[in-house]
């Protein structure tokens, strides 16, 4: 089992960046990859960013450019750097793992998940 815990959600003006974590125990070992989703209300949740153990990056096209992912293995950490943010980008954010290493954009392929973290995008 994979417990995953995310911070970092708030509100912010459009343009302003947040910094998102997903704090990871366990087996973490058995984690291939580790990703972020989003879901905003009466949407499907959908694929923002992943990375692999290799360090390979994945980001949405609405993500690439203003995104970035990157993990802090001493912590057992998965950050999220989001910039340039748009009242588009307004959703609960999960962070999720996986022992697969294939299949990372989609949400079924992930076993593992937090419990959110909300992010508000004001205009």
């Known amino acids: 089992q994979v417990q995953l815990v995310e911070s970092g959600g708030g509100l912010v003006q459009a343009g302003g960046s947040l910094r998102l974590s997903c704090a990871a125990s366990?087996?973490?070992?058995?984690?291939?990859?580790m990703g972020w989703f989003r879901q905003a209300p009466g949407k499907e949740r959908e694929f923002v960013a992943a990375?692999?153990?290799?360090?390979?990056?994945y980001y949405s096209d609405s993500a690439k450019g203003r995104f970035t992912i990157s993990t802090d293995n001493t912590k057992n950490t998965v950050y999220l750097q989001m910039n340039s943010l748009k009242p588009d980008d307004a959703a609960v954010y999960y962070c999720?793992?996986?022992?697969?290493?294939?299949?990372?954009?989609?949400?079924?392929?992930?076993?593992?998940w937090g419990q959110g973290t909300q992010v508000t995008v004001s205009s």
């Open positions: 999720a793992a996986t022992p697969r290493t294939s299949g990372t954009f989609r949400a079924g392929t992930y076993d593992y």
């Open positions: 990375i692999s153990r290799s360090r390979s990056t």
């Open positions: 366990g087996r973490t070992g058995s984690s291939e990859i």
